[in-house]
Every structure is written in C-alpha cells, then in structure tokens.
C-alpha cells in the first residue's frame, strides 16, 4: 500500500495560524515561524500546505532543504531557495537592490562575482542583501519563503536566518522553516527566536488516538467508523501517534495481510502487539527483502549517500545503464521507499529521513563501510576535483569507510573553500574534524591544518580562541616556515585593529617581527609595518602619528618594488589620510597613487576606497561632491557596502556644514540603522559623532549633550575625536547660542586636545572659527594672521570662508575699506556652499563692521537676521535685531506668517502686514477697498505703501503692484 492521507489531521490550529501570518504578509507584515517536532511529526507536510495557500494567493514562493548529501554546505538551503527566483516567470528586478546585489554572488554566481573585501563579505551583510531581496520579491502580493531541515543547515545559514526572524517584520514576507526537536543550534536558534517575540513557535505534538483513526480512515478511503477499533490501538502501539509512522506502519499490516477489508470494514486478522521503531524497522527490512539483490544493492548504497541522490552516481556505483537504473527504481516496491525529486532533474530521493536510517540500520558496519568507500569512489570518478558540496561528502563517505587519512585531507580541503566562500564558522567547524582526524601526521600536515584553521578563527571573529591556539602553531611550527608564520600573526593583528583590541594587535605585530629576526627581508616586514602603522593611529600620544607616517612610508615603498599591490593600497590610503593635516595636495596625491595601484591590480574594492576618500578631499578643498556621489555609485555597483556606507558618511558631513540639517539627519539615520544592524563599527562610530556635530551646527545644545552622552556610552571616550567635539560641535554650538566667551573656551580645549593627541581629523577650528574669533577680539594681529594662513593645513575650504571674514575685519582695522568690503564679498563667495557658516560669519563681520565705520553692515546683518530666523535660530537673529536698531536701522517686527514674504522682500525689511497689502496691489485695489479686506483704516493702508515704497526703492504706487506682480504667488 502507497496511499497517503489527502488531509492534514489534527493541525487545525496550526493551519488558522498560517493563515493568518500569510495575510499579514501580504499587508505589508512579515513573520518568521518554525515548525518543529519529531521526524515524521508532519512538518514537511504542513509546509507544503503553507506553500499551497501561498500559490492560492498568487504570493511568490521560494522553498529550500538543508544538505541533501553529506555534511552541511554553506548556504546551501538558502542558494536553493533564492534560485527559485531565477525560473519564474515574472522576474525580481535584482538591480534595485543597487549594492546588496553583488553581495547576493556568493550564492547567485549569476549576479556578480562574489564581493571579495573582508568587511563587505560579512554574513550580516549578506543577510541584509537577502532580507531586501525578499522583500523586494513580495512586493506585490507577498513572498512566502520556505526553508526545509534547518537542523541539517550550515552554521552560515543559521547566522543569515537568525538576522531574518529580527528584521522581517516590516518586509512582506512570511519565513517558514522546519526543524527536527533535537538538541542543535537550529533548534536554539528557533527556541530564542520566539523567546524574545521574533518569531512563531509551532511545537506539533503526536496525534491522539481519535486521529490517528481519522488519518488510517483517510489513507483507507473510508470513514473512521470503518476502521475497527482493535486496529486503531494497533496503529497507535506501532506508531505512538507519529502521522508519518502511522502512515508506514498501516501500509504495512495491509500489505502483510494483517489488516484486510471485511464488507467494506477494515478488521484485524491477527492482534500481534507493535511498538513504533520496531514496527517501522521491520516494515521497512520487509521491503527492502522483497527487492531483488541488484535494486537492494542500489538502495543501500543511497542510503550510505544520504536522503537524495543524482542517478549518474548511481549509475557509477551499480555499473548499470540508465534505462536499467529506472528499471529498477520504478517498481512498486522501490517506488514505496524511492521518488523522483521534481525540483532537481536527475535526481531521487527517499521518502522520509526515517526510511534512510531504517536502511541504514540494517547494515553490517562492513557492509556500510564497503558501500561507502564504494560511493566514494563514485563521487570522484563522476564530479573530478569533487566541486560544491561533493568534497565534504566525500570526506563524510571516506570517514564512514575507515579511511581516516583521506577523510582528515578532504575536510582540510572542504575547509579551505568554505574559509573562501567567506562561511568562516563552518571552515572552523571543518577544520577542527580535520586536525582531529590527522592527528598522527606529519608536522608539515599539522601545521598546514593549524595555520588554515587560525585564519578561519580570526574571519569568524573568534579572536579570542585565535590567540589561545597561536601557541600550538609554535609547537607544530616545524612544518611551517617563519614567513608563514609571520603573516599569519600579521592577520591576527589585523583582526585586532579591526575588533579595536590594541594592546592584543601591538603583540601580534612583536610575535610577527619576532619571528622573522632581526635580518627580516623589506618584502616580509612591510605587511607587518602597515598594520602597526594603523595600530598606531588610533592611539593617543604626541608622537604616535609620526611613528604610523613613517611606518606608513616605508611600506609603500617596498610595496612598490616587491609586488604587494594590497600593502601599497593600505599604506598610500592611510599616508593620504595622516598628510591630510599639514598638506591637503600631497594627502590627494598619496590617494591618486592608492588609486592607480587598484586599478593596476584589479583591486575594485580598494579602489572605490581611494575614490571615496579623493571625493572627501575634493569636497574639503572646493565643497565639490561629485567624486564622493561616484564612489557611492559605484560601491553600488560591485556591492563594496562598507564603501559606500564611508562615502555617505562623509557626505553627511557635508551636508552638515552646506546647513542641509534635514537632509543631513535622514541620511545620517540611515547609515547609523544599517552599520549598526550589519556591524560595521567605524562608520556605525562616526556617524553617531556627526550626530553631536549636527546638533550643534543647529544651536540645539540640549539634543547635543544627549548625542555626545549616547557617542560615549557606546564608543567611549574616544580621545582623537575629542577636536572635533569641542572645535566643531560644542563651539558652533556655543556661537549659535550667542556665547561668545564659551566658543572661545571650546576652541581653547580643542586646540589643547589636538596639541596632546594629534589626530588624522579636520574641522577643529584652528584655521577657521577660531582665528576669526581671535581676530574678532584683538587677540590676532597681520603678521600671526598671515603665518596661519600660510599653513597648507588652512585650505579647506569650509574654514577658509571664515579666515577671509577675518581678513575682513584685520582690513576694516586698518582703514583698508574697501579692501574689506571686497574682503567680505570673497567670503560670501568662497562660503557660497556654507548656508549657516557663511550667515554666521556676516552676523560676526556686521558687528565689527558696526564698530569700524566700514562696509556696509547693515545690509549684513539683515541677512543673517534673515537666515537665522528662517532657520529658527532665535539667539543669533535677536543679536542681529539688536546690532540692526543700534545702527538706527528699521526692523522688522516678527509676526506668524513671515515665512510666507519672498526672501527679497524680507531682506528689504518688508514686514508681514505690509506683504498683505503689497498682496492686494496686484488686484488695483484702491486704499478704502484694501482696508476693508484687512480690516484696517485707509489712512494706515496709506502707512504702508509709503513705507513699502521707501524700503523697495520704488518711484509710486504702480511700480509696487508691478513688484506685486511678479514676487507673489498666483
């Protein structure tokens, strides 16, 4: 008997449930749920039935299994179920995935050679590439993806679905997986998902005794009043109410004559007693008998194999033609273990794991260790070099048959490709079998094994059991030479720099230097110097900088002549970021050379760094951000994430200072909510230090104190952005609160800061605020103004605006003014990007102007006041006002409905009444029918157009509606 049940019994509630996370899917509210139970409980089924609602509902389905061969493959479930994609008929339009679509090549080939930096191939960002990418594949109606045998997945699938269940509920999608209940990680991983509310647990309990009768009745095709009672306590004893045991078992009391239909009745021939795994084995070994010795001989050996199988293995194995192969697998008694797999053509499988293991367990240990030497053989002659998950199967296969040798050099193979997939915990998981399995090789083997397996702990971020198991690399070292070795610590370093443990990366660099001696050839030492020279440039110290600059230098120059293209790209990229200071031109040309390099060596990551930084340069020097939008753009392209979120980053920066507050806040948010949800720790840090930065370049001391407060708590009291905290952030903030003497202070402590730590960061305030400041307040004469600005480090074009009001004023002192007026007019021209800076620097100007008897200040001074008010900057439009009235000026008074005056009008002083009645001058009305409108007198109308004349400049009243005419709004 074949016949399974056309119904799901007893699974109700679990089905209400599905249909219910389905229809919020297609609202727009994702969910993760997991079915878990024993194997055979009916979590195949019930997801198939979930599959079967979703094609109802014209949702789009993607469905992967765990490993069917051997050991887990990394990401093989999750390949599977993407791929799914590539055969429908209406296709995602992968490319508005923009830089998370080359990221998907490490499992799509398809779309884009894998992302090869060590950042952007993380697996949390791997994870955000496919979490976008099913949602983008449920944006219509919904997507519902589908993710079989989880207990048997990879570590990196896990860590990818761990991130899902998190982040899903703002995608339209459904994740569903199933999961076998025993003790593993998938099991945790579902367990703690619905611990912390981010998934749906589905625990499928065995069925009852009154559903087994209804399961037996539907496989029967008959009523429940048709099973006989006594063969409903059979079935329970046999299968202990496992659906799927249920199902086997009544198969095989019908097939044995033991159950029978009696006038339409099922009854009992016999009352034998079963119990469940007996019964099963049993009824499986039955079958199994029954087969004739060529089909047994076949079926054994996929078993040996695993849950599914490719016949052109088989076909190795047997020795036998495909037509004879089918043969075989066609009878009804194969075909009661055996079916064709109708996802993957060529390809068979078992019915259930359970029909695997009763196999397998009928199985001498010779007998399985012949056959899977036997299938070993087979994998190699039909897939030579053993691709994909062939190795670790193989390796698996050889273990089985006894040969440990082999199968310890197969899983130090298999880990190697998985260290280069970028799946690092199942390298280490590999890796670890293989220096267990070949334990009593030579040292040469040992060490290979070790030097692999540390590169694969520091990937997975296990840094701590990287620096435990570095000392057992010494004791195998002699199969490894002091240069392996040697870069091998220089890794660890680096690991370390990146994780900000320094103390940790300084002792790796000293075991590295160690070990080469002395008489270190420059080829070997330069990795080692590039790595100490970033070390060196996070940490405080007045000379620290110096020692990176010069380590720094001497790796790229060896870089050059000894054929290290990634060492030259480290060290030009970190020279142009340390000269940056002192020498903004030679910072670019250290870049360029970073770039050319790249490009040389076809290097695309390293090169959209170079391009990222050339691109902050360029908007330092000249406010330009054209270079930094190319890099983004093509970060995107290649899926150089890490890249691309540095080159917002910067931009954001820009954003601040061009006084674009509100784009500068959503940028700078969705940055901060990506690297912190993918881990990217450096632009995840300093995107929260532009947050301190934004908020004071708005006056908004209270929403600064909580961003520094945040900016410490989760970075600490990072000492080398402590200039721009004080210098950039707390001073602006301090001039916008009208708190001259407290800028001063800030700027004090910056310099004080900067002198004590030199950092790698513009932006504190020397050559720009605070020299006009100091200007500002007779602490600054020509000749120190002049040696400042000679400073290459004064180019920036951002302090520049602020060093030219300077010059202004120094001007304007001197008598020189129309000099200073020019002086003025230059650095409106140069802060034209700036909004607020260069509105600061008038307000400023327009009160030494005021004092000097130069210029004219105020014209200045309106339009500051203008600004500042528009920006809602109450302190610095008030001074404005003040400096404004005692310069006997008329201000204008501020009432609601000012923002509605053109900005012409405004800086002509025209206040909101008289833009009211400038307003009704388009129409012609004549002064009694413009107040009747207004509900004012004509003889104030009459006020107004005269003093609307007076500040426009205008001869009469017809020229004023004419005005009116062109400056308001139809």
């Given at each position: 008997?074949?016949?399974?049940?056309?119904?799901?019994?007893?699974?109700?509630?679990?089905?209400?449930?599905?249909?219910?996370?389905?229809?919020?899917?297609?609202?727009?509210?994702?969910?993760?749920?997991?079915?878990?139970?024993?194997?055979?409980?009916?979590?195949?089924?019930?997801?198939?039935?979930?599959?079967?609602?979703?094609?109802?509902?014209?949702?789009?389905?993607?469905?992967?299994?765990?490993?069917?061969?051997?050991?887990?493959?990394?990401?093989?479930?999750?390949?599977?179920?993407?791929?799914?994609?590539?055969?429908?008929?209406?296709?995602?339009?992968?490319?508005?995935?923009?830089?998370?679509?080359?990221?998907?090549?490490?499992?799509?080939?398809?779309?884009?050679?894998?992302?090869?930096?060590?950042?952007?191939?993380?697996?949390?960002?791997?994870?955000?590439?496919?979490?976008?990418?099913?949602?983008?594949?449920?944006?219509?109606?919904?997507?519902?993806?589908?993710?079989?045998?989880?207990?048997?997945?990879?570590?990196?699938?896990?860590?990818?679905?761990?991130?899902?269940?998190?982040?899903?509920?703002?995608?339209?999608?459904?994740?569903?997986?199933?999961?076998?209940?025993?003790?593993?990680?998938?099991?945790?991983?579902?367990?703690?998902?619905?611990?912390?509310?981010?998934?749906?647990?589905?625990?499928?309990?065995?069925?009852?005794?009154?559903?087994?009768?209804?399961?037996?009745?539907?496989?029967?095709?008959?009523?429940?009043?048709?099973?006989?009672?006594?063969?409903?306590?059979?079935?329970?004893?046999?299968?202990?109410?496992?659906?799927?045991?249920?199902?086997?078992?009544?198969?095989?009391?019908?097939?044995?004559?033991?159950?029978?239909?009696?006038?339409?009745?099922?009854?009992?021939?016999?009352?034998?007693?079963?119990?469940?795994?007996?019964?099963?084995?049993?009824?499986?070994?039955?079958?199994?008998?029954?087969?004739?010795?060529?089909?047994?001989?076949?079926?054994?050996?996929?078993?040996?194999?695993?849950?599914?199988?490719?016949?052109?293995?088989?076909?190795?194995?047997?020795?036998?033609?495909?037509?004879?192969?089918?043969?075989?697998?066609?009878?009804?008694?194969?075909?009661?273990?055996?079916?064709?797999?109708?996802?993957?053509?060529?390809?068979?499988?078992?019915?259930?794991?359970?029909?695997?293991?009763?196999?397998?367990?009928?199985?001498?240990?010779?007998?399985?260790?012949?056959?899977?030497?036997?299938?070993?053989?087979?994998?190699?002659?039909?897939?030579?070099?053993?691709?994909?998950?062939?190795?670790?199967?193989?390796?698996?296969?050889?273990?089985?048959?006894?040969?440990?040798?082999?199968?310890?050099?197969?899983?130090?193979?298999?880990?190697?490709?998985?260290?280069?997939?970028?799946?690092?915990?199942?390298?280490?998981?590999?890796?670890?079998?293989?220096?267990?399995?070949?334990?009593?090789?030579?040292?040469?083997?040992?060490?290979?094994?070790?030097?692999?397996?540390?590169?694969?702990?520091a990937e997975a971020g296990q840094i701590d059991r990287a620096f435990n198991s570095v000392t057992s690399l010494d004791q195998a070292g002699s199969g490894l030479d002091r240069q392996r070795r040697a870069r091998l610590r220089t890794r660890l370093a680096w690991a370390a720099h990146v994780a900000g443990r320094y103390a940790d990366g300084v002792a790796q660099v000293d075991a590295a230097r160690a070990l080469l001696g002395p008489?270190?050839?420059?080829?070997?030492?330069?990795?080692?110097?590039?790595?100490?020279?970033?070390?060196?440039?996070?940490?405080?110290?007045?000379?620290?900088?110096?020692?990176?600059?010069?380590?720094?230098?001497?790796?790229?120059?060896?870089?050059?002549?000894?054929?290290?293209?990634?060492?030259?790209?480290?060290?030009?990229?970190?020279?142009?970021?340390?000269?940056?200071?002192?020498?903004?031109?030679?910072?670019?040309?250290?870049?360029?050379?970073?770039?050319?390099?790249?490009?040389?060596?076809?290097?695309?990551?390293?090169?959209?760094?170079?391009?990222?930084?050339?691109?902050?340069?360029?908007?330092?020097?000249?406010?330009?951000?054209?270079?930094?939008?190319?890099?983004?753009?093509?970060?995107?392209?290649?899926?150089?994430?890490?890249?691309?979120?540095?080159?917002?980053?910067?931009?954001?920066?820009?954003?601040?200072?061009?006084?674009?507050?509100?784009?500068?806040?959503?940028?700078?948010?969705?940055?901060?909510?990506?690297?912190?949800?993918?881990?990217?720790?450096?632009?995840?840090?300093?995107?929260?230090?532009?947050?301190?930065?934004?908020?004071?370049?708005?006056?908004?001391?209270?929403?600064?104190?909580?961003?520094?407060?945040?900016?410490?708590?989760?970075?600490?009291?990072?000492?080398?952005?402590?200039?721009?905290?004080?210098?950039?952030?707390?001073?602006?903030?301090?001039?916008?609160?009208?708190?001259?003497?407290?800028?001063?202070?800030?700027?004090?402590?910056?310099?004080?800061?900067?002198?004590?730590?030199?950092?790698?960061?513009?932006?504190?305030?020397?050559?720009?605020?605070?020299?006009?400041?100091?200007?500002?307040?007779?602490?600054?004469?020509?000749?120190?103004?002049?040696?400042?600005?000679?400073?290459?480090?004064?180019?920036?074009?951002?302090?520049?605006?602020?060093?030219?009001?300077?010059?202004?004023?120094?001007?304007?002192?001197?008598?020189?003014?129309?000099?200073?007026?020019?002086?003025?007019?230059?650095?409106?021209?140069?802060?034209?990007?700036?909004?607020?800076?260069?509105?600061?620097?008038?307000?400023?100007?327009?009160?030494?102007?005021?004092?000097?008897?130069?210029?004219?200040?105020?014209?200045?001074?309106?339009?500051?006041?203008?600004?500042?008010?528009?920006?809602?900057?109450?302190?610095?439009?008030?001074?404005?006002?003040?400096?404004?009235?005692?310069?006997?000026?008329?201000?204008?008074?501020?009432?609601?409905?000012?923002?509605?005056?053109?900005?012409?009008?405004?800086?002509?002083?025209?206040?909101?009444?008289?833009?009211?009645?400038?307003?009704?001058?388009?129409?012609?009305?004549?002064?009694?029918?413009?107040?009747?409108?207004?509900?004012?007198?004509?003889?104030?109308?009459?006020?107004?157009?005269?003093?609307?004349?007076?500040?426009?400049?205008?001869?009469?009243?017809?020229?004023?509606?004419?005005?009116?005419?062109?400056?308001?709004?139809?």
């Amino acid at each position: 008997m074949g016949q399974r049940s056309s119904v799901i019994v007893g699974r109700d509630g679990e089905l209400r449930t599905m249909r219910k996370l389905l229809d919020s899917a297609r609202g727009g509210r994702g969910a993760a749920v997991f079915l878990v139970g024993e194997g055979g409980i009916g979590k195949s089924r019930l997801a198939a039935t979930a599959a079967d609602l979703g094609f109802a509902a014209d949702m789009r389905l993607l469905r992967g299994r765990g490993s069917a061969i051997g050991p887990p493959a990394p990401f093989r479930s999750l390949t599977e179920a993407l791929l799914s994609l590539t055969r429908l008929d209406s296709p995602v339009d992968v490319d508005a995935l923009g830089p998370y679509r080359p990221v998907l090549g490490r499992l799509i080939p398809d779309w884009g050679p894998p992302v090869t930096d060590h950042d952007d191939g993380s697996l949390v960002i791997l994870a955000e590439a496919v979490l976008r990418l099913i949602g983008l594949a449920g944006r219509r109606n919904g997507c519902l993806v589908t993710l079989e045998d989880m207990h048997d997945a990879d570590p990196e699938t896990l860590a990818v679905v761990d991130y899902l269940t998190d982040n899903i509920g703002r995608q339209p999608t459904v994740l569903l997986g199933t999961v076998r209940a025993d003790p593993g990680p998938a099991l945790t991983l579902a367990q703690s998902a619905a611990r912390r509310g981010a998934a749906v647990l589905m625990e499928l309990d065995r069925l009852g005794k009154p559903e087994v009768c209804r399961l037996a009745a539907s496989c029967l095709g008959v009523g429940q009043q048709d099973v006989s009672p006594d063969a409903t306590d059979l079935l329970w004893a046999g299968s202990a109410g496992n659906p799927f045991l249920v199902e086997e078992v009544l198969g095989g009391m019908v097939d044995g004559g033991l159950l029978v239909a009696q006038d339409g009745r099922w009854q009992l021939c016999d009352t034998t007693p079963a119990t469940a795994p007996p019964t099963f084995v049993r009824s499986v070994a039955r079958r199994v008998e029954q087969l004739d010795p060529r089909t047994r001989e076949l079926v054994s050996a996929a078993a040996v194999l695993g849950p599914r199988f490719p016949l052109a293995l088989m076909r190795e194995v047997t020795g036998l033609s495909y037509r004879d192969l089918l043969s075989h697998l066609h009878t009804d008694r194969a075909a009661q273990l055996i079916v064709s797999d109708d996802q993957a053509p060529g390809w068979y499988g078992f019915q259930h794991q359970l029909i695997v293991e009763a196999v397998l367990s009928l199985l001498t240990p010779a007998d399985r260790a012949r056959l899977s030497a036997q299938v070993a053989d087979a994998v190699e002659a039909v897939y030579p070099g053993l691709p994909g998950e062939w190795c670790q199967a193989c390796a698996a296969l050889r273990l089985d048959a006894g040969d440990i040798v082999a199968a310890g050099r197969l899983f130090l193979e298999s880990g190697r490709r998985a260290l280069n997939q970028g799946a690092a915990d199942s390298a280490v998981a590999l890796l670890d079998r293989a220096w267990e399995l070949l334990a009593h090789e030579d040292g040469a083997t040992r060490a290979d094994v070790l030097e692999t397996l540390l590169y694969a702990l520091a990937e997975a971020g296990q840094i701590d059991r990287a620096f435990n198991s570095v000392t057992s690399l010494d004791q195998a070292g002699s199969g490894l030479d002091r240069q392996r070795r040697a870069r091998l610590r220089t890794r660890l370093a680096w690991a370390a720099h990146v994780a900000g443990r320094y103390a940790d990366g300084v002792a790796q660099v000293d075991a590295a230097r160690a070990l080469l001696g002395p008489d270190a050839s420059p080829a070997d030492s330069a990795p080692i110097d590039v790595v100490d020279a970033y070390l060196a440039v996070d940490q405080p110290g007045p000379e620290q900088l110096r020692k990176a600059e010069s380590l720094a230098r001497r790796a790229a120059t060896v870089a050059q002549t000894a054929d290290l293209p990634v060492v030259a790209c480290q060290a030009w990229q970190l020279l142009g970021a340390l000269v940056r200071p002192r020498d903004p031109v030679q910072a670019s040309s250290c870049l360029e050379r970073s770039r050319a390099v790249a490009v040389q060596y076809d290097l695309p990551i390293w090169e959209i760094h170079a391009l990222a930084r050339l691109g902050n340069d360029d908007a330092m020097h000249d406010g330009s951000l054209d270079r930094l939008t190319e890099a983004r753009r093509q970060a995107s392209r290649i899926g150089a994430v890490t890249a691309r979120y540095h080159a917002d980053s910067s931009t954001a920066l820009q954003i601040i200072l061009r006084g674009d507050f509100d784009a500068a806040e959503a940028l700078i948010d969705d940055v901060l909510t990506a690297t912190t949800r993918l881990g990217l720790r450096e632009p995840a840090r300093y995107v929260r230090l532009l947050r301190v930065v934004l908020a004071g370049h708005r006056g908004q001391s209270q929403e600064m104190t909580h961003a520094l407060a945040d900016f410490r708590e989760r970075e600490g009291d990072l000492i080398q952005h402590a200039p721009r905290i004080h210098g950039l952030a707390k001073a602006t903030c301090a001039l916008l609160e009208e708190d001259r003497s407290r800028a001063m202070a800030e700027l004090a402590m910056a310099m004080r800061y900067e002198a004590a730590n030199p950092t790698i960061y513009a932006y504190a305030g020397r050559y720009g605020v605070q020299l006009l400041l100091r200007i500002l307040s007779g602490d600054m004469d020509w000749e120190a103004y002049e040696e400042i600005t000679a400073d290459p480090g004064s180019r920036f074009r951002w302090d520049r605006q602020f060093a030219t009001f300077g010059r202004a004023v120094l001007a304007g002192r001197s008598g020189q003014h129309a000099e200073a007026a020019a002086a003025v007019d230059e650095a409106m021209s140069v802060g034209a990007p700036y909004a607020m800076g260069k509105h600061l620097g008038l307000r400023l100007v327009g009160e030494a102007a005021l004092a000097d008897g130069w210029g004219t200040p105020v014209e200045w001074l309106r339009t500051a006041e203008e600004y500042f008010h528009s920006a809602d900057i109450p302190a610095v439009a008030g001074a404005c006002r003040a400096l404004l009235r005692s310069a006997g000026a008329r201000v204008a008074q501020r009432r609601n409905g000012a923002g509605e005056i053109p900005a012409v009008l405004r800086a002509d002083g025209v206040t909101v009444r008289e833009y009211e009645v400038l307003r009704l001058l388009v129409h012609r009305l004549g002064n009694r029918e413009i107040a009747d409108q207004l509900h004012l007198s004509p003889r104030t109308v009459e006020r107004h157009i005269s003093s609307l004349l007076t500040k426009t400049g205008l001869p009469n009243r017809k020229a004023l509606g004419e005005l009116a005419a062109t400056v308001v709004p139809s």
